[in-house]
């Protein structure tokens, strides 16, 4: 990733401002303001501002007419208690604002996310950067066979240069095209011109969350179930989040990342494990599928043929 030097000096101008204010700022996340996190090959995540830190949440549960904190200890368990309960309000009370820099196949599963505001650079307006993704050569894999969404076995080294080969050729031409169109001779509209270009071209966007979404948000597209596209980028937000909120997002470890959740039979399969008791799936209800999780999560045999 490399900015030039208009934008590189826009952020350090942004960096080297002070404000006094009378609202809690946190110091360690205050030290990563402005400054870009890399995500694959051009993309970042920025924080751009931030309201509220752990105490806002706490203040809100409270309702309280000061800054809400009683001792370390009762804020801590009282965060802990909400996001264990799903109290879920008073997580809205902070919010993140973001600039992201990210691949347009990416974005669009990002902005399936509706719950926060967005405001997207206009390729109507602005001639794009010839900047696309194309994955490190570790990340290209063949289809999965077991996860229709997922990825197998990685390339052979040979392989992986045809393709990365191929798709920088497509882009390559792409743009060329797409400059072609915007050129004097032809001199297209841009919101035409831009139709050529391909998912992998990067696009940016503003975006704006409240904890409680951004949670949601962090614990879909941090899961290994996410393209390991998207995961780079909400891991990026992750280790903002970890400064900004820290007990926040020790209990959303312990209870979200970390946790499990088990429907009324999966219990029952439990609770006979524990009982010594060695349940078969064909007694069940449960589905293949989730029999398997089951089982993988507990280190138990399935006692089915594997697929
Ligand atoms: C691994 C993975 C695979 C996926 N595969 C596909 C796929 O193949 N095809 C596909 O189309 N999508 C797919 N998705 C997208 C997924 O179905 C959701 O659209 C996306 O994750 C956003 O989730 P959300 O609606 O909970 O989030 P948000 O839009 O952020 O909403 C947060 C919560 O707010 C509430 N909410 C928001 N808007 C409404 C509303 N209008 N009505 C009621 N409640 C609302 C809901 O409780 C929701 O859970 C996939 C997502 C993941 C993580």
Redo the contacts with the bound molecule.
């Keep these: 990733m490399k900015l030039d030097a208009e934008k590189a000096a826009a952020i350090a101008a942004s960096s080297a401002q002070e404000f006094t204010t009378k609202r809690p700022t946190v110091p360690a996340l205050e030290e990563k303001m402005f400054t870009p996190i890399q995500c694959l090959d051009h993309g970042f995540v920025r924080l751009i501002d931030y309201m509220g830190d752990d105490s806002a949440i706490v203040q809100a549960a409270r309702v309280s007419y000061g800054a809400g904190t009683k001792k370390m200890r009762e804020d801590r368990g009282l965060i802990r208690y909400l996001l264990r309960h799903r109290h879920t309000t008073p997580f809205e009370m902070c919010e993140m604002k973001i600039h992201v820099k990210l691949p347009i196949f990416v974005a669009r599963q990002w902005i399936?996310?509706?719950?926060a505001n967005v405001n997207e650079i206009s390729a109507r307006y602005s001639v794009l950067d010839n900047e696309f993704y194309l994955p490190s050569p570790e990340h290209l894999a063949v289809q999965s066979t077991n996860n229709k969404?997922g990825r197998g076995e990685a390339l052979t080294e040979a392989q992986s240069a045809m393709v990365l080969e191929m798709l920088k050729r497509d882009a390559t031409q792409a743009y060329s095209t797409y400059s072609e169109l915007l050129g004097e001779e032809v001199g297209l509209a841009r919101e035409l011109a831009r139709m050529n270009l391909p998912v992998n071209w990067y696009t940016q966007w503003y975006w704006k969350v409240d904890l409680h979404?951004l949670l949601?948000?962090l614990a879909?597209?941090m899961d290994a179930?996410?393209q390991y596209e998207i995961r780079v980028f909400a891991d990026a937000i992750g280790s903002l989040v970890k400064e900004w909120v820290p007990h926040v997002w020790e209990a959303f470890q312990d209870y979200r990342m970390g946790g499990a959740f088990f429907s009324k039979q999966e219990l029952e399969v439990i609770q006979a494990w524990i009982a010594g008791e060695t349940p078969k799936f064909e007694d069940l209800t449960l589905s293949k599928r989730e029999w398997r999780a089951l089982c993988k999560r507990f280190g138990r045999s399935t006692g089915l043929e594997s697929k």
């Design positions: 399936r996310h509706r719950t969404q979404n949601h948000f879909l597209r179930h996410a």
